[in-house]
T-cell receptor, first 114, second 112 residues
Framework: DADVTQTPRNRITKTGKRIMLECSQTKGHDRMYWYRQDPGLGLRLIYYSFDVKDINKGEISDGYSVSRQAQAKFSLSLESAIPNQTALYFC?????????????FGSGTRLTVV | QQQVKQSPQSLIVQKGGISIINCAYENTAFDYFPWYQQFPGKGPALLIAIRPDVSEKKEGRFTISFNKSAKQFSLHIMDSQPGDSATYFCAASKMNDYKLSFGAGTTVTVRA
């Protein structure tokens, strides 16, 4: 099993619909992140969480919300999807309790809003 | 605005050649500079990282060169192989923060 699992892998949804992307990890890392990837823009941070009770906005949080249900689970919601939220979304984790060793990324969710 | 500027957007190199990707940053508080490698359909994976107390770090065929005064760092892929064909991202973060800011990415194609 993958260390960081994202579901679904692909999703097509309609404008105005609410959608949730889920992320779970088995690495025991304390920090979790949501990034979106767009061609020519790289990866941009949407939200991050340092622990279950600590949620922070990233650089492009408008239109998104998150929930850290447990140390291992971090979900991203689009309350009312719009076409410019079409992108590749990545969840990532990092470990700060035992020394930072970089991010571990999931395989991504390709979201299309029509 | 992107805190880390990466160039070129893409490059093509012959097998055995050298690939060079450059990044520049403005925030002098950044002190951790990793490079990530991404294959199609996969998430980025940490390739190599450097801190500003050294000017160069080498791991196999991959080398990071760091110029603190110019606020620039680069990735050199020596003896490029077709298996190196991927998208490469530079990134930067502050000490004890590790909230990474990524460059726009460079797609490297190695021709056999």
């Amino acid at each position: 099993d993958a260390d960081v699992t994202q579901t679904p892998r692909n999703r097509i949804t309609k404008t105005g619909k609410r959608i949730m992307l889920e992320c779970s990890q088995t690495k025991g890392h304390d920090r979790m992140y949501w990034y979106r990837q767009d061609p020519g823009l790289g990866l941009r941070l949407i939200y991050y969480s340092f622990d279950v009770k600590d949620i922070n906005k990233g650089e492009i949080s408008d239109g998104y919300s998150v929930s850290r249900q447990a140390q291992a689970k971090f979900s991203l919601s689009l309350e009312s999807a719009i076409p410019n939220q079409t992108a590749l979304y990545f969840c990532a984790t990092s470990d700060h309790l035992r020394g930072f060793g970089g991010y571990t990324f999931g395989s991504g969710t390709r979201l299309t809003v029509v | 605005q992107q805190q880390v500027k990466q160039s070129p957007q893409s490059l093509i190199v012959q097998k055995g050649g050298i690939s060079i990707i450059n990044c520049a940053y403005e925030n002098t508080a950044f002190d951790y500079f990793p490079w990530y490698q991404q294959f199609p359909g996969k998430g980025p994976a940490l390739l190599i990282a450097i801190r500003p107390d050294v000017s160069e770090k080498k791991e196999g065929r991959f080398t990071i060169s760091f110029n603190k005064s110019a606020k620039q760092f680069s990735l050199h892929i020596m003896d490029s192989q077709p298996g190196d064909s991927a998208t490469y991202f530079c990134a930067a973060s502050k000490m004890n923060d590790y909230k990474l800011s990524f460059g726009a990415g460079t797609t490297v194609t190695v021709r056999a």
